[in-house]
C-alpha cells in the first residue's frame, strides 16, 4: 500500500468518506462465483493487485479474451495485466470514462473506481455477451456509443493532446480561474490543496449556472410526473434517480422495467443509469449526456439540468405519442459518432493525392509533347477522381 502525503492524503481522505463498501462486497462476491477463486483474507486491492484475478475474470466471461496471464511478480507484467483486463472490458462496450487508470488499482490511488468499473462490466456485458449465462451482477447497461482510446499527436507545448483534453480541464481550471472568472479565487500563498480545489471548479459551475432553466426543468418534470419538488435543491430531489425513472416511465410507461426503491448509494447509482440509458435510446446525442457523479455527488448540476431540458426536447421527436406537457423546443437528433483518423491516416492520404496530381503532370507533359516541333498538340485528357 501506498503512503500518501499533503494533497495526496487530502484526496484519499475523501475518496475513502466516499468508499461503498457494500458495492465492494458484490462485486467481490461476484468475480469470486465467476472464477472460483477466493479473496480469503486479502483486502479487495492486494487481491486484485496483480491483474491475474480480473484477467481470469475476463476468461470466464469471455474464452480467450485474455490471451496469455502474466504470472511474474515483476510489477511492469503485473501491470500488463491490468491493462489486459481494461482493453478487454473496452472491447465489450465499458465506456472509456468508467474505465479506471491502472495506478487507481496497482496503486490503490482510488479503489472506489475501481469496483465502480467493474460493476459497469458486470452489466455491460449482460448485453454484449448474452452467451455467458454465468451469475449476473446489477441489471443490464447498455452502451450504445462506443469510446475508444484516445490517441493523437504529442507537440511541444500541448503534449499528446487528444488524450489530456480531461486532463487540460482540470489541471488548468486554478490557473486560469483568478484572472478570468470573478467568482473563483486565487490559491493562498500556501499552496493549494484539495478542498480549494473542488471549491474552485464548483465556483466556475455556478457563475454558469442558470436558475431560470433550472426553474423551468423542474417545474416540467413535476407537471409530468406529479411529484413535488419541495424545499429541496434539485440535486437533492433528483440524487435517487427515482424521480428520474417516473418521468422516462410516464412519458414512455413501462420503458424502465425496474426501478430501484432502496436507499444504498449504488442502487440510487443504478437508478440514474437507467435514466440515462433510456435517455440515448430516445434520441439525446452522447456529448448532451451527464455523467453518474455530476448528479449524485452533484458534481456537475449544469450538465445535469442542461441534459434534461435536451431529453424534453427529443422526446417530441421521437416519441409523438406522448401528449403531455413540453419542454422546449424539438430536438432532432443524428448521432454519427465515428473515430476521427490519425496523423498517421492523414499523412499518408495526403502522399497518395500527391502522387495522383504528380502522375497526372506527367501525363499532360507527355501528351504536349506528341506533336511536331512547331507546333504542340493538346489532346483531351480524362481526370478520373482518385478516392483514397
Not at 496469455?68 to 515483476?74: A, E, G, M, R, Y
Not at 452522447?286 to 422526446?315: C, H, R, W
Not at 491516416?345 to 497518395?352: F, H, L, N, V, W
Not at 495522383?356 to 507533359?365: K, N
Amino acid at each position: 500500500m501506498s503512503v500518501n502525503y499533503g494533497l495526496d492524503a487530502d484526496l484519499k481522505a475523501k475518496q475513502d468518506a466516499k468508499y461503498d463498501h457494500e458495492l465492494e462486497a458484490r462485486v467481490v462476491g461476484w468475480i469470486e462465483e465467476v472464477t472460483g477463486l477466493k479473496k480469503e483474507n486479502a483486502t479487495v486491492a492486494e487481491w486484485l493487485h496483480d491483474g491475474k484475478v480480473l484477467c481470469e475474470l475476463a476468461n470466464k466471461i469471455q474464452p480467450g479474451s485474455v490471451k496469455k496471464i502474466n504470472t511474474s511478480s515483476l510489477p511492469f507484467k503485473q501491470m500488463e495485466n491490468i491493462t489486459f483486463f481494461m482493453n478487454v472490458a473496452r472491447k465489450l462496450g465499458v465506456a472509456e470514462q468508467a474505465i479506471f487508470g491502472t495506478p487507481d488499482l496497482y496503486e490503490e490511488k482510488n479503489m472506489g473506481t475501481v469496483m465502480t468499473a467493474i460493476y459497469t462490466f458486470a452489466g455491460v456485458i449482460q448485453v454484449t455477451v448474452p452467451e455467458f449465462q454465468g451469475p449476473k451482477l446489477g441489471e443490464p447497461i447498455l452502451a450504445k456509443v462506443k469510446d475508444e482510446k484516445r490517441t493523437g499527436v504529442a507537440t511541444q507545448c500541448g503534449g499528446l493532446s487528444s488524450a489530456m483534453k480531461v486532463e487540460k480541464a482540470t489541471t488548468g481550471a486554478r490557473q486560469v480561474a483568478a484572472g478570468f472568472n470573478p467568482g473563483v479565487k486565487a490559491p493562498p500563498e500556501e499552496g493549494a490543496d484539495a478542498q480549494g480545489l473542488d471549491a474552485d471548479l464548483k465556483a466556475k459551475q455556478e457563475a454558469k449556472f442558470d436558475p431560470e432553466l433550472e426553474k423551468t426543468v423542474c417545474t416540467w418534470i413535476e407537471a409530468v410526473t406529479g411529484e413535488s419538488k419541495g424545499d429541496k435543491t434539485s440535486q437533492e430531489w433528483l440524487q435517487s434517480g427515482l424521480v428520474l425513472c417516473n418521468l422516462v416511465n410516464k412519458i414512455k410507461p413501462g420503458y424502465i422495467k425496474k426501478v430501484n426503491t432502496s436507499t444504498l448509494p449504488f442502487k440510487q447509482m443504478e437508478n440514474i443509469t437507467f435514466y440515462m440509458n433510456a435517455a440515448r435510446e430516445l434520441g439525446v446525442p452522447e456529448q448532451s449526456m451527464f455523467g453518474t457523479p455530476d448528479l449524485y455527488e452533484g458534481k456537475n448540476m449544469v450538465s445535469v439540468i442542461s441534459a434534461i431540458n435536451t431529453f424534453g426536447g427529443a422526446i417530441q421527436v421521437s416519441v409523438p405519442e406522448f401528449d403531455g406537457p413540453k419542454l422546449g423546443f424539438a430536438v432532432h437528433a443524428v448521432i454519427d459518432d465515428k473515430r476521427r483518423p490519425s496523423a498517421g491516416t492523414m499523412a499518408t492520404r495526403s502522399m497518395r493525392q500527391w502522387s495522383a496530381r504528380c502522375r497526372l503532370r506527367g501525363q499532360r507533359t507527355a501528351v504536349s509533347q506528341r506533336g511536331p516541333s512547331d507546333h504542340k498538340v493538346y489532346l483531351p485528357v480524362v481526370v478520373l477522381s482518385v478516392l483514397v
